[in-house]
């Protein structure tokens, strides 16, 4: 990822981590018997408000702390990209955020950031907006024994317990997983690969913690151990691979990978540096079948409209072919969005209304608000059906208005209902709708609930002339 004789620096953690952290909340929360407790509850429920973005939908985007910009002046966590649904934190350590006290490797400020308390509360703005955020977890030639890690007072941890420390760290500052950096003069034996292993019990798809914590690692061919994450036997604990060699053909690399993890498992990494924005967008754009996972732009931060239009180009590229006559508009490629985004409980976020399975639903903690689908080709919707959801008809949509826009912002109401019920649990009502006109944007924008102030329903369906 970087010129290792400039950033290569020293792994060292510490096992005091949770007893430290316990000991800074318990005495900032002294006040009432169960502060820590509700500190404990906000930051669980805090972890799991995002669902992982959509399948070939991954917009990555690396902050890099000492990176200069490029024609714009220094930009925090909050405004570096418009675009990017996953940030990873890069530089510095996972465990310094965590204890602050013990651990500080000095890469992780510059013009901006002065001290970790804005980086840690940036880090919850990005979350609170729907956005993954990852720590960038460099590798070491001590993976490669029987104790990869040593703490800030000199206790060695086996893999077991390196695994847990660093899923320790992620609950303790309140982050979405990790993503490895693999090049730093590790070598491929089985005390690397046993650690490797432990850390797909905390994140990624084979974990626990499935749909809401991300395991994913940047690697390239010249950089060892990373081409041993072409074996299924690794890369199935990770969500997705990033190639980082920015300097070599893009087909090339991108076949390197798939060839053996197939198209879905695979992304490349693009560098203002390396790779043309032209040649960024070509590839954005290129959408194999099955899909590519997304796109990843390192040190994102150098210049904001670089990075923001290689995102919009995997938006705009399209996965499919224009949705036949008659067909679902939402199971063809497009961008939904809501108006409750986060502070859905885990596995009910708004993605779920799209996902053919009404066994799945959509809860937002309101007793009103919108839905709404971008399909990447206009389209006049003719029909559309809401699924009600498995239990509490309290929470049923009563009263609603379907939309539509070709700009985003100024909306024409193309149906009206009010005082609707569903007769029973995950039953499909249609209503058809007149309607001629071609549109951008789709809007569901539900007022009323049946009694209450919890929204839920399960599907959400747009049938195209």
Not at 324 to 334: F, W
């Amino acid at each position: 990822m970087r010129n290792q004789s400039k950033f290569t620096h020293l792994l060292i953690g510490g096992m005091a981590l949770l007893a430290v952290a316990c000991k800074k909340e318990n005495a900032l929360t002294s006040q009432t018997a169960n502060s820590a407790d509700a500190l404990s509850a906000a930051k669980t429920a805090n972890l799991s408000m995002a669902a992982l973005p959509a399948s070939g939908q991954n917009k990555v985007a690396y902050y890099a702390f000492d990176v200069t910009p490029a024609n714009q002046g220094v930009l925090p966590l909050t405004t570096f990209t418009d675009k990017a649904n996953i940030v990873v934190i890069f530089e510095g350590t996972l465990w310094e955020l965590a204890d602050t006290v013990h651990y500080n490797s000095g890469w992780m400020q510059n013009a901006y950031y002065k001290n970790k308390r804005q980086v840690l509360a940036d880090i919850q703005t990005l979350r609170a907006r729907g956005v993954k955020v990852l720590m960038n977890v460099d590798d070491a030639s001590s993976w490669s024994t029987a104790t990869p890690f040593t703490t800030y007072n000199g206790t060695a941890y086996n893999y077991t317990q390196f695994a847990s420390f660093i899923n320790d760290c992620v609950n303790t500052v309140g982050l979405d997983g990790i993503s490895l950096d693999v090049e730093h003069n590790a070598t491929d034996n089985t005390n690397y690969r046993n650690l490797i292993t432990e850390l797909g019990k905390y994140f990624g798809p084979l974990s626990a913690n499935s749909t809401s914590k991300i395991y994913t690692g940047a690697f390239y061919d010249g950089g060892a151990p990373g081409p041993i994450f072409r074996e299924t036997a690794l890369s199935q604990y990770l969500n997705f691979i990033m190639d980082m060699g920015y300097f070599e053909d893009n087909t090339t690399r991108f076949n390197y990978w798939a060839n053996t993890l197939g198209n879905a498992k695979v992304m490349l990494g693009m560098s203002y540096d390396y790779n043309s924005q032209a040649s960024a967008i070509t590839q954005a754009q290129w959408h194999p079948t099955p899909d590519k996972a997304g796109i990843m732009v390192f040190a994102a931060n150098k210049n904001k409209s670089y990075t923001d239009a290689i995102f919009a180009a995997l938006d705009n590229g399209g996965t499919t072919t224009t949705p036949p006559s008659g067909a679902d508009i939402t199971d063809y490629a497009g961008v939904l969005t809501a108006q409750y985004q986060t502070g859905s409980p885990s596995g009910e976020e708004y993605t779920k209304i799209i996902d053919n399975n009404a066994s799945t639903k959509y809860l937002t903690q309101h007793a009103s608000g919108w839905v709404q689908f971008k399909p990447n080709t206009a389209a006049t919707v003719v029909s559309y059906t809401i699924t009600s959801a498995n239990d509490v008809p309290a929470r049923d949509p009563k009263s609603w208005t379907l939309q539509g826009s070709n700009n985003g912002s100024t909306w024409t109401t193309l149906d009206t209902r009010a005082n609707q019920s569903f007769a029973s649990r995950l039953l499909k009502k249609t209503y058809t709708v007149s309607n001629t006109t071609s549109y951008a944007y789709y809007r569901l924008n539900i007022s009323a609930v049946q009694s209450g102030s919890i929204l839920q329903f399960a599907e959400w369906e747009l049938f195209r002339n």
